[in-house]
């Protein structure tokens, strides 16, 4: 029996030998979270399209390996549209600023959809009827939902769905991402990659970080930038395939990476039903699939206060999505939180149970500390706006926000994230008895009742306090 584990052993070494790739790359993170120090995060790549900006957090970096996600932002300018695309991995998608609209499409479902000049044909029957066969059909157009997207909301977007935006709006729209590069519906390795049915990502890399960045970046593997797929098929079966003459199917082959993947449009697009005008809100969708596909809610908001989860007159609130309030997160097994935190106020040192954490800061400033499994302080910044930062499962974290408060929005590994607080009135300290609290930190039996209840009813989010001396 142990001659047969050996044997398996070495024939795994050998094929990670072969395919050059580092066993501990394959093993989980275990291997991967051995991080001496944590720090804020700058994109590794970032890029100039048609119609607006990307930039992306890549998994080589080692907080993201340990965590084992990437995270990508996406500036869209007015009357721009992000192209289509899809990931093997579910992401969740933070709206910053801006609106647009949002198209996802699932394989199967009804396309049930008409554009308004289809509906305002359909309602003149006899005129309609009277024009040419060709005009007809150029004019009816069928598509599935489409989505209004605000700022505030956190949308779902599962792995293999094809999605695409549009910025109908007068301002920039801005969205922050993070998609679960360990989730088992990727069955890839863990590295980021976008599937994109048009444009490409432009030649020409514009690199950001330090000489030793950019060093290690040209060290590693060249990757090429993210192409449409139609690029590597012959145009002959693309022609046969969609039964359409060879040149338009060269069109859909063409090099258009200069533009990038976010395009100007010539013109407005209007010719689609709109969110605002669906008359058929809430309606079920008779093909066959049920509620986790067709016709479930992928968009949910976070800055409603009648929503909020936690919720201190003197410290702040936090607004939490996760599988009972989005149930498609339940088969995406991930979650989000959006936290405001009054000036000077503190969110109480804590660990999480069931999740990594990316954390995008999205106003103000606060100190925040994290403390690994040997006691080691591993991180102790104050961060801003824009600032990137992974908290890995189980290391303790604390966050004091400035003078001007803090807002963030977290991104979790976890569709039903859990925390266990480390002071305040659920904490794992007050559950303790006072006895158990006195002979750990020989402490008297006094000091160690004050310990279990300084903070009163103050849960999760603490006011300023000025009882620090000793």
Avoid at 40 to 49: A, G, I, N
Avoid at 99 to 115: D, M, V
Avoid at 248 to 277: K, T, Y
Wanted: aromatic share 8%; proline share 4%; with cysteine.
């Amino acid at each position: 029996m142990a001659a047969k584990i050996v044997l398996v052993l070495v024939l795994s070494l050998l094929v990670y030998a072969v395919s050059g790739e580092n066993p501990s790359a394959c093993t989980g993170s275990a291997q991967q979270c051995r991080l001496q120090r944590l720090r804020t995060v700058k994109p590794t790549r970032q890029w100039e399209s048609e119609g607006g900006r990307t930039e992306l957090w890549e998994e080589s970096e080692e907080e993201f390996q340990c965590a084992g996600v990437a995270a990508i932002r996406h500036t869209v300018l007015p009357n721009s549209l992000y192209l289509p695309n899809f990931q093997p991995a579910p992401m969740l998608v933070y709206i910053e600023k801006g609106e647009g609209l949002l198209g996802l499409t699932y394989p199967g479902c009804a396309e049930t959809y008409e554009s308004q000049t289809s509906q305002e044909l359909s309602r003149r029957r006899s005129s309609r009827m009277a024009q040419p066969q060709g005009e007809r059909s150029r004019r009816s157009d069928q598509h599935q939902r489409i989505h209004r997207i605000r700022r505030g909301d956190i949308l779902a977007i599962p792995a293999g769905a094809a999605h695409w935006s549009y910025n109908d709006g007068n301002e920039e729209l801005v969205a922050f991402a993070v998609m679960d590069l360990n989730n088992q519906a990727n069955q890839l390795d863990r590295r980021f990659r976008s599937f994109f049915l048009a444009g490409g990502e432009p030649r020409q890399e514009h690199m950001e970080g330090d000489r030793e960045r950019m060093r290690q970046r040209r060290s590693r593997q060249q990757r090429v930038g993210f192409q449409s797929l139609f690029s590597g098929f012959s145009e002959e079966l693309l022609a046969e395939a969609y039964n359409i003459p060879v040149n338009i199917a060269r069109r859909l082959q063409e090099d258009d990476s200069q533009r990038g993947i976010i395009v100007r449009c010539q013109e407005e697009m209007r010719r689609m039903i709109r969110p605002d005008e669906d008359r058929q809100e809430g309606q079920r969708w008779l093909n066959g699939l049920e509620e986790a596909g067709c016709t479930t809610r992928i968009i949910h908001n976070l800055d409603s206060q009648r929503e909020s989860d936690f919720v201190s007159r003197q410290g702040g609130r936090v607004n939490i999505v996760n599988r009972h309030k989005l149930p498609i997160l339940r088969f995406m097994d991930m979650s989000a939180e959006k936290g405001h935190l009054f000036p000077n106020a503190m969110y109480t040192p804590h660990w999480s149970m069931t999740d990594n954490r990316v954390v995008y800061v999205l106003r103000g400033e606060a100190r925040v500390q994290i403390v690994d499994d040997n006691g080691n302080n591993v991180f102790d910044e104050t961060v801003k706006r824009g600032d990137v930062f992974v908290i890995p499962q189980f290391y303790a974290v604390t966050s004091k926000a400035g003078n001007d408060g803090f807002e963030y929005v977290t991104i979790k590994t976890s569709g039903q994230p859990m925390k266990s607080p480390m002071a305040g009135y659920t904490s794992v300290i007050r559950a303790m008895p006072i006895d158990v609290l006195a002979n750990s930190y020989q402490m008297s039996l006094r000091d160690a009742q004050n310990l279990k209840d300084s903070r009163g009813h103050q849960s999760f989010l603490l006011s300023s306090s000025s009882r620090s001396a000793s």
